[in-house]
């Protein structure tokens, strides 16, 4: 296996910024952004959308996520006239 090629693994928060939880696992992933844990120790944050912590599958809930008036902008360009 060649050395120094694969990416680092460390531990990141992950934060789901619609249910506002959070969540440390480890990742490839890095970011600018850091905050303190639970634990005294700080990691990287990398802020995400949905998460098993607000998607409708995983909580029952519906959730209707606009982002930037996406569905407004389709309804208004598809729109059937009668």
């Known amino acids: ?11 990141v928060i992950f934060h789901d910024t619609s249910s506002d ?11 600018d952004e850091t905050t303190e844990w639970e634990d005294g120790n700080t990691y990287p944050v990398i802020k995400i959308e949905v998460s098993s912590a607000s998607h409708p599958f995983y909580t029952g809930k519906k959730l209707y996520v606009d982002t930037a008036g996406r569905v407004e902008k389709f309804n208004r360009r598809y729109k059937k006239e009668k």
Request: aromatic share 10%.
């Open 1 to 11: 296996m060649k050395k120094d090629i694969h990416p680092g693994y460390k531990k």
């Open 21 to 31: 939880t959070k969540f440390l696992t480890a990742s490839t992933m890095t970011s």
